[in-house]
């Protein structure tokens, strides 16, 4: 134990008092201090948008006087962790608007009175830094970092003689190979964690983020994952330290891998998927004829159930009072393929007798609910499609270590494409729950549906969207492929570079 102390502290001393080691410091710590100051300035636009629009939704809500005209909406809250790992958040939708009529769906190509918003941000230096981030940040300078710490462990020391000297003592090679890794991860571990407590430092300095405890786990947890990431890259420039005869060698062989892993090899998976999809889907102008095609078939069936009933025409099966400028119902529709709203008054409506309206209605609505389901689920297949496109290329990526590392942070952050799905998911439950909803308080048949004669709709108990971020345990069980794979990369590199010394030949 010792002798293995005395190669750790050989080790650290040897790499904290290089030019590197404090260049390297004050490069993580600036970059890192520098994006997490964006990325706050933009949480911040972020937040004060959302709060912006539900504060709008809310005054919307009040002015609703019909079920009909009900238009809750599903906002997506920042997460307060995209300071670290921006992710899926400054992409896709911030607001699904749930009308019963209207499908919850994506598509490339704009729509107009599409049920996704999104509310962009305006922060120029995030567009200068794109997605600079403190987890890209450790992706890139903290790898190259454990690489320069590394590639000499061995092939420098056996270059200048020391190497020779050291063996010729009685320390045993796995104690050399254990205490170099050790070293080396112990000058590199200060400069870890000085750059995320300054990150974390800057975050809360912001007068709008809270972080709470479930947050600080989320944080340690990512901080974990970054230094298993760093062991990843130290051990594998020790294994080419010890495979390698010089350290120039090991040294230009290191940053190819390291260029490749980090830059190149998640571009080319992207491009390669792209053009070349797993997958094929066809046109989204298909789908979209085809949910039109399925309005179709709700207007068949509620204009059969309508004759069936003995109500040929609605407008002649309600009655006026004598003398009224009043004809009867008045009745809008709007088909886009992807959604049917049809929007019905009764002028006079104290004079008439509603009753066969309110029959017909109680009969269409949820009829009308369930083919804007059969809509959705046809419109949804693009995205499907993509998803199963993108996962393809997640697998292909994770070939990559540093690829690994960034799905592991993501998924940990609640900031990944998966989180993103998971709202898109709840805002479709969230309708499902509002259809519930109306169908308990019997609306659909209710005066209150298209009148306020007899008294406005009562919409005090109208549920809220409410989008929970995953606790600790649910988001490690997400990651854990993710870290498996880190892990298992530690243990092969460290076994292999354990090995490759303990036949390692001097001449």
Known sequence: MA????????????????????????????????????????????????????????????????????????????????????????????????????????????????????????????????????????????????????????????????????????????????????????????????????????????????????????????????????STWYLLGLFLSVWTKTAATTLILSMFLWVILTSVHSNVVAFAVEKFPPYQSKPEAVFVQSASEVWDQFRKERDAHVKQRGYENITKSITWEPKTSSTGTGSSSWSGGYFLIENYSVNSVSRADTSVFQEILGYQEQLRVAYADKAEEILNKPAEEQERNAAFADALSRISFADVYHFAVGTIAGTDRRSYNDFIQGSRAYKREITEYLKDKEAFSSVAWFSTDKGAADLADLPNFEHNRLNLSESFARASMDILILLAWNIVLFMTAYVSFLRYDMS
């Open 3 to 230: 002798m293995l102390w005395l190669v750790i502290q050989r080790e650290f001393v040897s790499n904290v008092l290089t030019s590197q080691f404090m260049i390297g410091f004050i490069v993580c710590v600036l970059s890192t201090a520098v994006a997490v100051f964006v990325q706050v300035d933009d949480y911040e636009k972020r937040l004060s948008g959302y709060n912006t629009a539900a504060r709008e939704a809310k005054a919307e809500a009040r002015e609703w006087e019909l079920y009909s005209k009900i238009k809750p909406k599903a906002h997506r809250k920042p997460n307060p962790l995209s300071i670290f790992n921006v992710g899926m958040e400054n992409d896709g939708a911030n607001t699904v608007t749930v009308e019963l009529a209207k499908p919850i769906f994506e598509l490339s190509f704009p729509i107009w009175g599409a049920p996704t918003q999104k509310r962009g941000s305006d922060n120029p230096f995030l567009a200068m830094f794109l997605t600079v981030d403190v987890v890209f940040i450790f992706k890139i300078v903290l790898s190259a970092l454990a690489i320069l710490f590394a590639y000499n462990t061995i092939s420098g020391e056996r270059e200048d003689g020391t190497l020779k000297l050291v063996l010729s003592n009685s320390i045993p090679r796995d104690t050399i190979v254990l205490g170099k890794y050790l070293g080396g991860m112990l000058s590199l571990f200060p400069i870890v964690l000085v750059s995320l407590i300054v990150a974390l430092l800057i975050a809360v300095s912001s007068p709008v983020t809270a972080f709470d405890g479930n947050d600080i786990a989320h944080i340690v947890l990512i901080f974990g994952i970054s230094l298993l990431y760093v």
